[in-house]
Every structure is written in C-alpha cells, then in structure tokens.
C-alpha cells in the first residue's frame, strides 16, 4: 500500500478542495444529493443494526468499575449499542469519497484549505458549502422519506400504517437528537459539532493518504466509528435521523418530541456551525500552519 507522506496529504487537501470550487453550482447539488443519500444509508443501517439492544441501567460506581449487568439473552450495555452504530455507520463516507460524491462536512476544511494553499477567494468557499449543504439536505430527506415509508412501518390492505420496532427506534433517535435546550443545549450541540468533524476531517485526511481501495477504507473506517461511537454530532447524517422519525411518527399517529422548527433550532443550526469549526479550524488551519513551509517547497 502506498502512503503519502503528511506535507503531501496536506497539499493534496488543497488540491482537492480547488477542483471541488470550481466544479458549476448545479453539479455541486447533484453530488451534494448523492452524499447526503449515502450518509442516510449509514444512518439507516445503524438504526436498524442497534434496534433492540437493551441494557440495564447500572450506578456510576458500577460504570467506573466496568460492571455489565444480565439482560435476556446475555449481556449488553450502553457503549455496546454505541459501538454497532459506529461499527456500521462509515458506510456512507466510504461510498461518498470512492465515489467522488460532496459532502458539507468534508468540504469545510478542503475548501478552506484550497484557500490556504491556492489563494482561491472565500466566495468560492461559501459558493460550494451552500449548494452542496442544499444537495446534502436534499438526499438526506429522500432516503428519510424511503426509509420512514418502506422498512420502519407496515402497511395493511386499508393503507394504513403501523409502526415496525425500527421505526420505533428511529423515532427515539430523533427525539434524543433534538434535546439540546436552551444554551448550555446550544453549547453542548456546538462542541459535539466541533469533535465530530475533526475526525470527520482527519477520516478524510487518511482517505488521500493511501492509494488503493483498502488503504482508504481503514483510514476513513476507524475516525468514523470513533466519531459516532462517541456520540458527537455530524450536521449531514441528522439532516437523515430527525427527518426519518418525524415522517414515522406522522405515518402512524406515533407522539414524538421534536418537529421541523426543533430540527434547526436544536440541533442542525449549533452542529452545522461546530462542524464548520471542527473542520476548517482544528483540521485545515492547523495543518496548513503547520506545513506552509513544506507545502511552498514542493511548488
């Protein structure tokens, strides 16, 4: 497997973000479209893999100690449950960089970066973050709308619909997802957005690293599934989860906590703005400042 050295990783960052700058307004949404579907694919199979997983509620001192208590069938816990959604959750970004897809949170340090390195202007940045966070939003909603009308109901000969138990989980993930409330919410919400991307963006990082298929899918796996393990926050894959469980509730008359005002003010608006954070400031700034020098000699 060849691996790029850090300065060439950094360069070719740059590189990228300049050709995602350039690409017309309308391509930019169509391959924001596809991203945002390929990240709801993941946020999908991760609803789906980590229904029904129970675990008992344990003290802390229990925690601390590392104590699992019994459950039917064996032994679970909550970071068990994390773990399946991490686990298989990096299915999307995988997809969405072998195929050359656009997602926002990528972008937001490749095309600061481009900046950086390419001197190109800060409204090319903002050009692309727009349209492909409008495509992103876009695919994610429809792979919600497949998802909240397909697999988490059933529907009977009246056409009616009755929730499945992955609906049902889908529902509660909206709902947890839009609990951050009033500005210690915000904060929380933002510092999530911030951590998520970093390794979003160091997930992206190791993908340039390698040259083959497999290089790029352990590089981009292990960042991604410490990320939503962790329970951080990624602006793109909620724009799938609150969507899927409000549709579901609606489809079957099922009490859910959030709405599509929620959606933005409660989680998108702080996470999307930490996730810009976490991407251009700890990802892109950091390694352009600390390789300008190596970056200039290559040129």
Same mark, same amino acid.
């Given at each position: 497997?060849?691996?790029?050295?850090? #300065? $060439?990783?950094?360069?070719?960052?740059?590189?990228?973000?300049?050709?995602?700058? %350039?690409?017309?307004?309308?391509?930019?949404?169509?391959?924001?479209?596809?991203?945002?579907?390929?990240?709801?694919?993941?946020?999908? =199979?991760?609803?789906?893999?980590?229904?029904?997983?129970?675990?008992?509620? =344990?003290?802390?001192? &229990?925690?601390?100690?590392?104590? !699992? $208590?019994?459950?039917?069938?064996?032994?679970?816990?909550?970071?068990?449950? &994390?773990? @399946?959604?991490? $686990?298989?959750?990096?299915?999307?970004?995988?997809?969405?960089?072998?195929?050359?897809?656009?997602?926002?949170?990528?972008?937001?340090?490749?095309?600061?970066?481009?900046?950086? @390195?390419?001197?190109?202007?800060?409204?090319? #940045?903002?050009?692309? *973050?727009?349209?492909?966070?409008?495509?992103?939003?876009?695919?994610?909603?429809?792979?919600?709308?497949?998802?909240?009308?397909?697999?988490?109901? !059933?529907?009977?000969?009246?056409? !009616?619909?009755?929730?499945?138990?992955?609906?049902?989980?889908?529902?509660?993930?909206?709902?947890?997802?839009?609990?951050? #409330?009033?500005?210690?919410?915000?904060?929380?919400?933002?510092?999530?957005?911030?951590?998520?991307? *970093?390794? #979003?963006?160091?997930?992206?990082?190791?993908?340039?690293?390698?040259?083959?298929?497999?290089?790029?899918?352990?590089?981009?796996?292990?960042?991604?599934?410490?990320?939503?393990?962790?329970? =951080?926050?990624?602006?793109?894959?909620?724009?799938?989860?609150?969507?899927?469980?409000?549709?579901?509730?609606?489809?079957?008359?099922?009490?859910?906590?959030?709405? *599509?005002?929620?959606?933005?003010?409660?989680?998108?608006?702080?996470?999307?703005?930490?996730?810009?954070?976490? %991407?251009?400031?700890?990802?892109?700034?950091?390694?352009?400042?600390?390789?300008?020098?190596? @970056? $200039?000699?290559?040129?």
């Amino acid at each position: 497997m060849v691996f790029h050295p850090p #300065v $060439a990783i950094t360069a070719k960052a740059g590189d990228a973000g300049k050709y995602k700058c %350039g690409l017309p307004a309308w391509n930019m949404i169509l391959r924001g479209f596809m991203s945002g579907a390929y990240i709801a694919m993941g946020g999908a =199979l991760a609803t789906v893999c980590s229904t029904g997983i129970t675990y008992a509620a =344990l003290t802390p001192a &229990q925690i601390a100690a590392n104590v !699992t $208590a019994p459950i039917a069938g064996g032994f679970a816990s909550a970071g068990m449950t &994390q773990l @399946i959604l991490g $686990a298989v959750f990096p299915v999307g970004l995988i997809i969405t960089v072998l195929t050359g897809a656009e997602l926002f949170t990528g972008d937001a340090m490749l095309a600061p970066m481009a900046a950086f @390195i390419h001197k190109i202007s800060w409204a090319d #940045v903002l050009k692309l *973050w727009v349209f492909v966070y409008i495509g992103n939003f876009i695919g994610s909603v429809v792979w919600a709308y497949i998802m909240a009308n397909g697999p988490f109901v !059933t529907w009977n000969a009246a056409g !009616t619909a009755t929730i499945t138990a992955f609906g049902t989980r889908a529902i509660a993930i909206a709902g947890a997802k839009t609990g951050y #409330v009033g500005m210690m919410g915000f904060y929380s919400a933002f510092l999530k957005g911030i951590g998520c991307n *970093w390794l #979003v963006n160091l997930a992206i990082l190791l993908g340039i690293c390698a040259d083959d298929a497999a290089g790029k899918f352990f590089g981009i796996w292990f960042p991604i599934m410490a990320f939503v393990s962790s329970g =951080l926050e990624h602006s793109i894959a909620n724009m799938y989860f609150i969507p899927a469980g409000i549709m579901t509730a609606g489809l079957t008359g099922t009490a859910i906590s959030t709405d *599509w005002i929620s959606m933005w003010m409660q989680n998108l608006i702080p996470v999307t703005i930490g996730n810009i954070v976490g %991407g251009m400031f700890f990802v892109g700034v950091i390694y352009w400042v600390a390789f300008r020098k190596e @970056i $200039a000699a290559l040129k």
